[in-house]
């Protein structure tokens, strides 16, 4: 069975630039989380989508954003990027409904430059 | 004050060492704990879980939770030179899809 895949593996981008990452979650699952993961900062979450709905975010400026399609894969986009969004972006899905605790798979992650 | 606080490391030890990791938290809604391991250009692999208070073995890894002190550990015996990784203490208010609050990981290194 695949995993949860992520693209690009890298990403340079400018100063103001938008970028987008994207996410295809394991077969079967519905839930798409979104973390950064900034050195020094541990994963902190951004966005999970479940059945093509923003469920919930995390303490991160609109300028962050997202979607999730009808196949259950998912965008991340980040627009005016700053120096500061330079980090390792994190894709995890789960399959609802499998108690008692719904495991976060993850992707190997996009490593977001911006300089 | 971060909600999940745990010592980055690094962390060395020889082969066969009994490692402890540690993490504490502050929010007593936390109910889930998880453990998770990263290797270097991979995304986190969960590890072991626990629910509420408690001990919990697999192979040569204990998970260990103290609510009442809000202190959680990861014991691994027999240190292997393949245990190298960062490990991430994770935990969650309550079961089903919810999102995951992380402290920063601890670098490990099992020296042959």
């Known amino acids: 069975e695949a995993g949860v895949t992520q693209s690009p593996t890298h990403l340079i981008k400018t100063r103001g630039q938008q970028a987008t990452l994207r996410c295809s979650p394991i077969?079967?699952?519905?839930?798409v989380y979104w973390y950064q993961q900034a050195l020094g900062l541990g994963l902190q979450f951004l966005l999970w989508?479940?059945?093509?709905?923003?469920?919930n975010r995390g303490n991160f400026p609109p300028r962050f954003s997202g979607r999730q399609f009808p196949n259950y894969s998912s965008e991340l986009n980040v627009n005016a990027l700053e120096l500061e969004d330079s980090a390792l972006y994190l894709c995890?899905?789960?399959?609802?409904?499998?108690?008692?605790?719904?495991?976060?798979?993850f992707g190997p992650g996009t490593r977001l430059t911006v300089l | 004050q971060k909600e999940v606080e745990q010592d980055p490391g690094p962390l060395s030890v020889p082969e066969g060492a009994i490692v402890s990791l540690n993490c504490t938290y502050s929010?007593?809604?936390?109910?889930?704990f998880m453990w998770y391991r990263q290797y270097s250009r991979k995304g986190p692999e969960l590890l072991m879980y626990?629910?509420?208070?408690g001990n919990k073995e697999d192979g040569r890894f204990t998970a260990q939770v103290d609510k009442s002190s809000k202190y959680i550990s990861l014991f691994i015996r027999d240190s292997q030179p393949s245990d190298s990784a960062t490990y991430l203490c994770?935990?969650?208010?309550?079961?089903?899809?919810?999102?995951?609050?992380f402290g920063t990981g601890t670098r490990l290194t099992v020296i042959p």
């Open positions: 995890a899905s789960t399959q609802r409904g499998v108690e008692p605790y719904n495991e976060q798979f």
């Open positions: 077969s079967g699952h519905t839930s």
């Open positions: 989508y479940d059945e093509g709905e923003e469920r």
């Open positions: 929010n007593s809604a936390f109910q889930y």
């Open positions: 626990t629910y509420s208070s």
């Open positions: 994770a935990m969650s208010p309550q079961t089903g899809a919810n999102n995951l609050f």
